[in-house]
């Protein structure tokens, strides 16, 4: 699932491990340089450094900037192991907590992520992330109906970042194969300047539901025509699946701006 896909401080926690209160001058440069790396593009070079980081120094950015690098490559279970470790430094930090949670998500463990989200939320009742994030890991292991009450309490939590909680929200219909609901969300999130992310998923809601010009407009505002066609079959594609029923590969086009 795209869900959008798919998203921080260890406060008044007296069991929270130490932090180092500042990093040397050989740890700011060694970040500065790996970061570098990732903006460049040059991710196994920037993966190398934030390692080397992390284990000598317990760097939990390091951990962090190296478990996302690491699930972008699609190497998910690295991820998980490397938020492991830091899991094991502090296990009260949300960051830590928030990437462990999409690592597993990454690693097919939605089970595993769902608990780790749940942990978060207990240290941070008045947060939704902890909530949206449950909300993707529900996703992921098919519990749509759930995903949706998560997603629609995070709304109520008044999120600093609403749209992203209601594209997912909105995936998840899309998931459930409610297009109209879907398309009512993403509408006013795309035509407000949404991202390319909330276009091209309602560009997905719309290429399902069997409107094609619309779909291909919006799929042609982020990307080349070749990859919109491939998107447009792919949709026609996985609407024969559905009409054919069992269970259903959650739509992914081949063809992504993310």
């Known amino acids: 699932m795209?869900?959008?896909?798919?998203?921080?401080?260890?406060?008044?926690?007296?069991?929270?491990?130490?932090?180092?209160?500042?990093?040397?001058?050989?740890?700011?440069?060694?970040?500065?340089?790996?970061?570098?790396?990732?903006?460049?593009?040059?991710?196994?070079?920037?993966?190398?450094?934030?390692?080397?980081?992390?284990?000598?120094?317990?760097?939990?950015?390091?951990?962090?900037?190296?478990?996302?690098?690491?699930?972008?490559?699609?190497?998910?279970?690295?991820?998980?192991?490397?938020?492991?470790?830091?899991?094991?430094?502090?296990?009260?930090?949300?960051?830590?907590?928030?990437?462990?949670?999409?690592?597993?998500?990454g690693a097919g463990k939605g089970a595993e992520a769902?608990?780790?989200?749940?942990?978060?939320?207990?240290?941070?009742?008045?947060?939704?992330?902890?909530?949206?994030?449950?909300?993707?890991?529900?996703?992921?292991?098919?519990?749509?109906?759930?995903?949706?009450?998560?997603?629609?309490?995070?709304l109520l939590m008044q999120p600093t970042d609403a749209p992203k909680v209601q594209n997912n929200l909105a995936m998840s219909l899309i998931l459930s194969s409610k297009w109209d609901e879907a398309i009512a969300l993403l509408e006013p999130l795309a035509a407000t300047g949404g991202s390319p992310t909330i276009r091209q998923n309602l560009a997905l809601a719309y290429g399902l539901r069997g409107d094609k010009k619309k779909a291909l407009a919006l799929n042609l505002k982020d990307l080349p025509a070749k990859k919109a066609q491939e998107n447009m079959k792919f949709y026609e594609e996985y609407k024969k699946r559905l009409k054919k029923g069992g269970k259903v590969t959650p739509p992914k086009p081949p063809s992504s701006v993310d």
């Open 114 to 154: 769902q608990k780790v989200f749940e942990e978060w939320a207990k240290l941070e009742p008045q947060n939704f992330a902890p909530i949206n994030g449950l909300g993707v890991a529900l996703d992921t292991m098919g519990d749509h109906a759930n995903a949706q009450a998560t997603y629609k309490k995070a």
């Open 2 to 105: 795209r869900l959008i896909l798919i998203p921080l401080v260890c406060l008044l926690l007296a069991a929270c491990a130490p932090q180092k209160s500042e990093q040397s001058d050989g740890q700011k440069s060694m970040m500065q340089m790996a970061n570098g790396f990732k903006q460049s593009g040059h991710l196994n070079e920037a993966a190398t450094i934030y390692a080397k980081v992390a284990e000598d120094e317990e760097n939990i950015d390091a951990y962090i900037e190296l478990a996302r690098i690491l699930r972008k490559m699609g190497r998910g279970t690295e991820a998980v192991n490397v938020m492991q470790k830091a899991y094991d430094i502090d296990d009260h930090e949300p960051r830590i907590l928030k990437e462990l949670g999409y690592s597993l998500i």
